[in-house]
């Protein structure tokens, strides 16, 4: 059975830092954020808003856009890493919102969970989902999954700079006009690892942001690895002599942490896609250069960041490959509209991958690209650590969800933060009747209860009209 994504639909915060009056406030070049890591504003949330809040918004856009009823939402899932409670799953609180909206049990029919692992845990939501439906278990009904997630790093440290927050809400049914998933061929990677994780009672994670990058590669490669074994196998794809995955994959949808990292990422995955292929030898002549290979090629992902020569010589190598025409005609065509709301919104943590398919969709409509029939890949990556790449196709209804995508008006009017304000929402020196922006047509965090013992941690959530 047939099953993928339907509709999409955005909530992120109004209130933003400008990267270049964070850099200054840091003593940084605003060039590395901007420049460097493709950072121009980062989405910050109010004070009364939390992950809950912007999940139930992205849902009630989704479904007043519609016209659903919660009778014909059979499943709603919330994948997320800023989690507020060890056992309250974040979609209970959502559903206590749409029920705001919809009626005191309306969803009581509606199964689902709150799903962690770092930033992957959207695409294992979706992937579950999905075959939910193509089992068909799901009578019918739709299936809401939600990525929602606060991007918040210490002050002064080094992920300060890739922080932002939002919330992505796709509808899932078997007949999908937007995304059809291929069937059978999802693949994962995953290991035991402490590249970025965030201890209980943390409010900020613990982060090896280098290390990260680079696992982030190698987890990806081999789900890849995996995906291209499966698509052969099953004959989704066949390949001809000297051709690549590249030449069966329109657009690539890569983990977001930062925008840039989409580049860096689709660097990575084209040279070892075309390394066995004979176009290999011709771009090494053009770069000029070999390949450079680590000391121990089979050593630690420790072993090869500390190999200095090693990281200096492929740093120059992947510089002037990017710089290749074969690089630069597959960047332009597969990768870059992605990477193009990342730059004003920031990480999105398990939003991140679904900003990007957004952003793509938008921008390639807008320059009048024909995307019917088009094969999206999705390269997700979760810290601690997980990757899973899956592919799917865009169906010939598109246009009918396509031709109204506006991040901007979506968005809604931003306001920009002085550093003072958003250094106050980030200690949480705010109480929510203290927020910066007035609320109107969305949900609302009201209070935590931080008093009474028996019902310490309860949040009081509002719908404002
Ligand atoms: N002008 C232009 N570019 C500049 C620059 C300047 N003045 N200064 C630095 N840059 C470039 C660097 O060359 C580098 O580019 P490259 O990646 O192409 O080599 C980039 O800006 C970033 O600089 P770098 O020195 O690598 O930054 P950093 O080590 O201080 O921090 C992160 C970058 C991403 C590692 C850090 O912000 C982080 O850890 N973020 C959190 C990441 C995360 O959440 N990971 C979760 C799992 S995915």
Not at 335 to 349: H, P
Request: glycine share 8%; aromatic share 10%.
């Amino acid at each position: 059975m047939a099953a993928g994504i339907d509709d999409i639909s955005i909530f992120i915060p109004r209130l933003y830092m400008d990267a270049r009056d964070f850099a200054e406030a840091r003593g940084l070049d605003p060039q590395k954020l901007v420049k460097g890591l493709g950072v121009s504003k980062m989405a910050i949330v109010d004070a009364n808003q939390d992950a809950a809040c912007l999940a139930a918004n992205a849902c009630l856009k989704i479904m007043q856009k519609n016209k659903l009823s919660p009778e014909q939402i059979g499943r709603l899932y919330v994948a997320t890493e800023s989690s507020f409670d060890e056992s309250k799953a974040m979609n209970s609180y959502v559903i206590g919102m749409l029920e705001q909206v919809y009626g005191d049990g309306s969803f009581q029919h509606c199964g689902g969970i709150e799903c962690k692992f770092a930033c992957v845990s959207g695409s294992y939501a979706l992937y579950d989902n999905i075959n939910w439906i193509r089992a068909g278990e799901s009578e019918d009904k739709h299936a809401l999954v939600v990525v929602s997630d606060i991007a918040k790093y210490d002050l002064g440290s080094s992920g300060e700079m890739t922080q932002g927050g939002g919330a992505i809400a796709m509808l899932l049914n078997e007949s999908p006009r937007l995304l059809e998933f291929d069937p059978k061929v999802t693949s994962t990677s995953i290991k035991n690892e402490y590249d970025f994780y965030r201890p209980f009672g943390k409010e900020t994670p613990i982060v090896h942001g280098q290390y990260s990058n680079l696992l982030y590669l190698i987890q990806v490669k081999n789900a890849l690895i995996d995906y291209k074994r499966k698509a052969l196998k099953t004959g989704l794809i066949v390949m001809k002599e000297g051709q690549s995955m590249l030449d069966h994959i329109d657009y690539f949808n890569m983990h977001l942490p930062y925008s840039n990292m989409g580049k860096k990422a689709l660097a990575y995955l084209v040279r070892h896609e075309l390394r066995s292929t004979p176009k290999w030898k011709e771009i090494i002549a053009e770069i000029g250069m070999e390949e450079p290979i680590p000391n121990d090629p089979r050593g630690t992902i420790e072993s090869i960041i500390s190999d200095l020569d090693f990281m200096t010589k492929d740093s120059e190598f992947t510089k002037r490959f990017v710089r290749t025409d074969t690089y630069q005609e597959i960047y332009e065509n597969k990768v870059a509209s992605s990477l193009i709301a990342s730059k004003s919104i920031g990480n999105i943590y398990t939003a991140s991958l679904y900003l990007g398919f957004r952003s793509c969709l938008e921008y390639e409509f807008q320059k009048g690209v024909n995307l019917d029939g088009k094969r999206f890949g999705f390269a997700s990556y979760g810290s601690g650590s997980s990757a899973m790449v899956f592919s799917g196709v865009i169906q010939p209804e598109y246009i009918e969800i396509v031709k109204d995508m506006n991040l901007e008006a979506e968005i809604g009017e931003r306001q920009k933060l002085s550093l003072s304000d958003y250094e106050e929402l980030h200690e949480n020196k705010r109480t929510p009747e203290q927020s910066i922006l007035n609320a109107k047509k969305e949900f609302i965090l009201e209070h935590v209860e931080k008093i009474s013992s028996d019902k310490r941690g309860e949040r009081r959530y509002a719908f404002v009209k």
